[in-house]
């Protein structure tokens, strides 16, 4: 079965220091691993997503993933936020039948 | 190329009225899913359909319909409204033909019911 675990509810970063995401999966599969970025009041728009092909993965306005088998983590990074970062987060796997499973998300604020 | 089409974008409803959600896509897409987003609660899978007349449940389908009978339509039908089904409601496709093909989502409708 696979699930995902959303590690943190909330994190709060000033603008123009690190953010770190995390996200660890459970799956039975090799996994295919997404994130999403939601800004309020807007759909889901893909950020990134595994392919199997790098364990490191770069995705749109900066973020990178980094996917870890050893420890089933595929965490969000990027190296410094923006005010435009602040948003919620997704992590979501999907298996072979195309069934996909979201975390419960990550609300970010950038602190000017 | 529009991707995925929602209407309405809102939509207020009183308690025992229906209605129905749009969505289209015109990317070709065999797979589409429609999600339910409360505050604080992720999206929960309402129901999800592998390709015209095929249809099966997800996680939450009670109180709801859908129908497939286009590859680009996936209308989500809401017979008896109720206060429960006041949330944010998300279309989306993907494509089953490729490797860790994404899901492509729709705005959003934002539904009330009172």
């Known amino acids: 079965a696979q699930s995902v675990t959303q590690l943190d509810s909330h994190v709060s970063v000033s603008e123009g220091t690190p953010v770190l995401l995390r996200c660890n999966y459970s799956?039975?599969?090799?996994?295919?691993l997404f994130w999403y970025v939601q800004h309020p009041n807007k759909g889901l728009q893909l950020l990134l997503k595994?392919?199997?092909?790098?364990?490191l993965v770069k995705g749109i306005n900066g973020f990178e993933a980094e996917f870890k088998k050893s420890e089933t983590s595929f965490h969000l990074t990027k190296p410094s936020a923006h005010m435009s970062d602040a948003a919620e987060y997704f992590c979501?796997?999907?298996?072979?039948?195309?069934?996909?499973?979201f975390g419960t998300g990550t609300s970010l604020t950038v602190i000017p | 190329n529009a991707g995925v089409t929602q209407t309405p974008k809102f939509r207020i409803l009183k308690i025992g009225q229906s209605m129905t959600l749009q969505c289209a896509q015109d990317?070709?897409?065999?797979?589409m899913y429609w999600y339910r987003q409360d505050p604080g609660m992720g999206l929960k899978l309402i129901y999800y359909?592998?390709?015209?007349?095929?249809?099966d449940k997800g996680e939450v389908p009670n109180g709801y319909n859908v129908s497939r009978s286009t590859t680009e339509d996936f209308p989500l039908r809401l017979e008896l409204a109720a206060p429960s089904q006041t949330s944010v409601y998300f279309c989306?496709?993907?494509?089953?033909?490729?490797?860790?093909?994404?899901?492509?989502f729709g705005n959003g409708t934002r539904l009330t019911v009172t």
């Open positions: 989306a496709s993907s494509y089953s033909g490729q490797a860790n093909s994404p899901l492509h």
């Open positions: 990317m070709n897409h065999n797979y």
């Open positions: 799956s039975s599969y090799s996994p295919s």
């Open positions: 359909s592998v390709g015209a007349g095929i249809t």
């Open positions: 595994y392919t199997s092909a790098a364990t």
């Open positions: 979501v796997v999907s298996d072979a039948g195309n069934q996909f499973y």
